[in-house]
């Protein structure tokens, strides 16, 4: 029984790699929006604890199972994005490389995917590709304010300023909708990244185990940022055409990445003499409570130009 159980393991394993991503992606769609965050994790620990085979599979499977439940359009835009970003987080993971490299290379995978599979799609549907775009913001739009519309502390907002906001939000997220894109590949590819290798640390221990706080930016990075934000800078200066929304796009997308390294850093001085729980406590509190996100942006610009990560104790693990 052994013997036939450890001969269909990748079998097995992929089938139910399969299955979970199928139901995190049926769970995100009629649940709860924050499954999705969760979906790549399957793949990343398959293809690192069995092999590339078992994960295409895996990822053939899931594409089936989607397609069944809601339909070739929500396959085609889904699987793509997971089977890029999974497999070049899990090649990295299994390449050992630096955790900055394992978290930022993937979510520029997803994005860019995205992107591509969106144009795609609503070119082979014949559908305008701006007016698709604004159609799904004025949607998220609208959904939020109808929160706010019904929520006690925002009842005297009347209709008509409603209206004007709601237009106000849809055009500044039609400008900024890449960078919005690329945050949200970003946290995606962090948590799964992340939880990944937890469980990975228990199959294959000679990969070691990683924390966020082990992500560090080096400053040829910081250079290239750097250079990139002056350049559109300039751009936007001298009025070229799609500069200032370039500029913008960059200077958010930036922002994440310091965010990232910002609260990595303050992990790593953490690290030392307070327990993983309370160091995550303190930084939802600086994040949410506090709305001081900035705090952890000039952190992590500290952390590339000024190395302030060699300046405290860094060991192993959460």
Not at 94 to 101: A, F, G, I
Not at 128 to 137: G, S, T
Not at 189 to 196: P, S
């Amino acid at each position: 029984m052994n013997e036939m159980m450890e001969k269909y393991s990748g079998l097995l394993q992929a089938v139910a790699a399969a299955a979970l991503g199928v139901a995190l992606f049926y769970a995100q769609a009629q649940i709860l929006a924050v499954f999705g965050l969760l979906l790549l994790t399957p793949y990343i620990v398959l293809w690192v604890s069995e092999n590339a085979r078992w994960a295409v599979l895996s990822y053939l499977l899931s594409g089936l199972g989607i397609f069944l439940l809601f339909g070739a359009a929500a396959a085609l835009t889904t699987v793509p994005i997971i089977a890029g970003s999974s497999t070049c987080a899990a090649m990295l993971i299994e390449r050992k490389r630096p955790m900055w490299e394992t978290l930022l290379y993937p979510s520029f995978v997803g994005a860019g995917l995205f992107a591509l599979v969106f144009v795609l799609l609503a070119w082979a549907q014949g559908m305008h590709l701006v007016a698709e775009i604004q159609q799904e913001v004025t949607n998220v739009v609208q959904t939020l304010l109808d929160q706010i519309r019904y929520a006690e502390d925002l009842t005297y907002y009347a209709k008509g300023m409603e209206q004007v906001t709601a237009s106000a939000l849809i055009s500044r997220l039609m400008q900024i909708y890449p960078a919005l894109l690329y945050g949200a590949s970003l946290m995606m590819t962090a948590v799964n990244t992340l939880l990944a290798r937890r469980v990975l640390a228990q199959m294959r221990p000679e990969l070691g185990r990683a924390a966020l706080a082990d992500f560090c930016l080096p400053r040829k990075a910081g250079y290239v940022m750097a250079a990139v934000t002056v350049a559109l800078f300039l751009a936007k200066s001298a009025q070229i055409p799609g500069g200032e929304i370039l500029s913008m796009n960059s200077n958010i997308m930036c922002i994440a990445i310091l965010l990232l390294n910002g609260i990595a850093t303050f992990l790593a001085f953490l690290r030392p003499s307070v327990p993983p729980a309370l160091r995550g406590l303190l930084v939802a509190l600086i994040l949410i409570f506090l709305d001081a996100w900035y705090i952890f942006v000039l952190f992590g610009g500290a952390d590339i130009f000024l190395g302030l990560r060699s300046r405290t104790w860094r060991g192993k693990g959460v």
